[in-house]
């Protein structure tokens, strides 16, 4: 079943900008200098031209079966039962990974900003946003990130330089002093959350109006939002040091605290903190659509929109009980890691031989 919506080139290469540098904006410093240590600059480097081949080849992978979303493709391969199976883990997958980001925006804002504030009550709030956006659909979605996305990255842009006068090239320094263990686990971390989970556009590509520009913005889009974190990555390695960075949960929003230019630009981390939810944000409704969608051409419901509300009733519940803090979390990453990292490789090129194979069968079969 094809959704009527449609969005344009543009619009879906604002999206892949938002998803890919979502929440990492905040995690991702403290989590890779935590790995490489000071080296985390030179896997961010090495992590950025591996993601854009991966952001590659899930725009290659679509252009395979032109058209048709990744339930569709499943069923076409592997029929209606074994390929729902499959489906089923992509499923769960987007439901999981839309409803941590509402739960990490009510960790942030509860234990940063608003620390008289119970956690319940801002995940109640942004799941009620959450069910509007999902509700008014792909379009308004994108008319949404696309409206404010000068906005997102003049304030990201603000922060970025405002914090240059206090860098210290000497906290990059020894390089690789750690050997290149960390350096390696510390590209796996980088390519993983940002970049390995954009399978989640295969439930989006048959709604953009492809131009012969498609594929161009595509790869920029993905080239400018993995740039993107990793000059917040070196910014915050430059200014705070391997040590502090990694030793700080939210160190990107440390970083913004430190900024003061003559005693009167100071203390923006206000102006990170909104930058960061409405990343984390779009990245949870893109999620969360791809996952309705899923759910609607499953079971071949007619319109996805009915799903929204006991979506975030569920989304509520789930997201208090995910994780019981945000050590836990952290705790569990390398075994994220190896999710993301066998489902976009593995499990697709899995489905992407068997319908190689079937088609030359098919091909080779003589017809009675």
Excluded at 190 to 201: G, H, L
């Amino acid at each position: 079943m094809q959704s009527k919506e449609q969005i344009g080139t543009r619009q879906m290469a604002i999206l892949v900008i938002y998803f890919i540098i979502g929440d990492m904006l905040l995690f991702l410093p403290s989590n890779l200098s935590n790995t490489a240590h000071q080296d985390a600059w030179i896997s961010a480097l090495i992590g950025l031209a591996i993601g854009v081949a991966i952001a590659w080849y899930v725009y290659w992978y679509s252009q395979r079966f032109p058209g048709l979303t990744l339930v569709e493709i499943h069923n076409l391969v592997l029929g209606r039962w074994f390929g729902g199976g499959v489906t089923l883990v992509y499923v769960v997958i987007f439901f999981n990974n839309s409803i941590v980001q509402i739960r990490e925006i009510g960790d942030f804002v509860s234990t940063q900003m608003m620390t008289e504030t119970p956690m319940r009550v801002i995940c109640l709030l942004f799941t009620f946003l959450y069910i509007i956006a999902l509700r008014s659909g792909l379009e308004n979605i994108a008319r949404f990130a696309e409206t404010f996305f000068p906005m997102f990255a003049l304030m990201l842009a603000l922060l970025m330089v405002s914090s240059l006068p206090e860098s210290h090239l000497a906290n990059l320094t020894p390089v690789l002093e750690n050997g290149f263990k960390p350096l390696a686990e510390g590209v796996l971390f980088y390519i993983s959350f940002p970049f390995c989970e954009m399978f989640v556009f295969w439930m989006i590509f048959p709604n953009v109006n492809q131009n012969k520009h498609f594929r161009r913005d595509y790869v920029i889009a993905a080239l400018i939002g993995g740039a993107t974190i990793f000059s917040v990555l070196m910014i915050s390695l430059l200014v705070l040091g391997p040590y502090l960075t990694s030793h700080q949960m939210y160190s990107t929003y440390t970083l913004a605290k430190k900024i003061s230019i003559g005693h009167f630009i100071e203390r923006i981390e206000a102006i990170l903190a909104i930058t960061w939810i409405l990343s984390t944000f779009m990245r949870s409704i893109i999620y969360g659509y791809a996952f309705i969608r899923g759910i609607e051409q499953m079971f071949h419901l007619k319109d996805y929109r009915t799903l929204t509300v006991p979506l975030g009733v569920v989304a509520f519940g789930y997201a208090m009980l995910i994780y019981p803090n945000i050590v836990f979390f952290n705790s569990v990453n390398p075994y994220w890691i190896s999710m993301d990292l066998t489902v976009i490789p593995f499990l697709s090129l899995t489905v992407y031989i068997i319908y190689v194979i079937k088609s030359r069968f098919q091909q080779n079969t003589p017809r009675q």
